[in-house]
């Protein structure tokens, strides 16, 4: 089962890395550019099967950013309170992230991404669409 949660739903973790310090959450998803020199965490609380009867072995971020310049460097994946999962790459659009085995969940899965930029004068814009987890049972 592929559970979704919309980009909208996302929560920035240091607003003032912002411009204007002002995301916007819109309909669609959302919507934000980083300030010169700055970055930030997006976290994502994803809709869950917990208790141990489900796990997840994929992910997947879909996102856009404005520029070469802009991108995801860091995806933190937690079970709770427990980090169960680190990934660094450099993504800029839709991706879909594989753990190499199915994770048992056993509270809420969350995912933390890791926003930053370049120097260089072009857009450093975020689009957050959606970030969904497949579910799959996990045998007893």
Known sequence: MKYFIH????HIQDENAIVAGK???L???LDFELSPGLETW???AVPSI???SHGVRYVQLDLKT???D???TDVHVYDGEVRFQTLQ???KALTTLDFGRVWTIHGALGISVRCVRGVENMSHRFQFLSVSADFVEVPT
């Not at 980009?7 to 996302?10: L, R």
Request: glycine share 36%.
């Open 89 to 91: 790459g450099k993504w």
């Open 23 to 25: 995301p916007k959450y």
């Open 70 to 72: 802009a991108w995801v």
């Open 42 to 44: 997006v976290h994502f």
């Open 66 to 68: 404005g520029s070469a």
């Open 50 to 52: 917990g208790g141990g």
């Open 7 to 10: 980009g909208h739903s996302g």
């Open 27 to 29: 309909g669609w998803g």
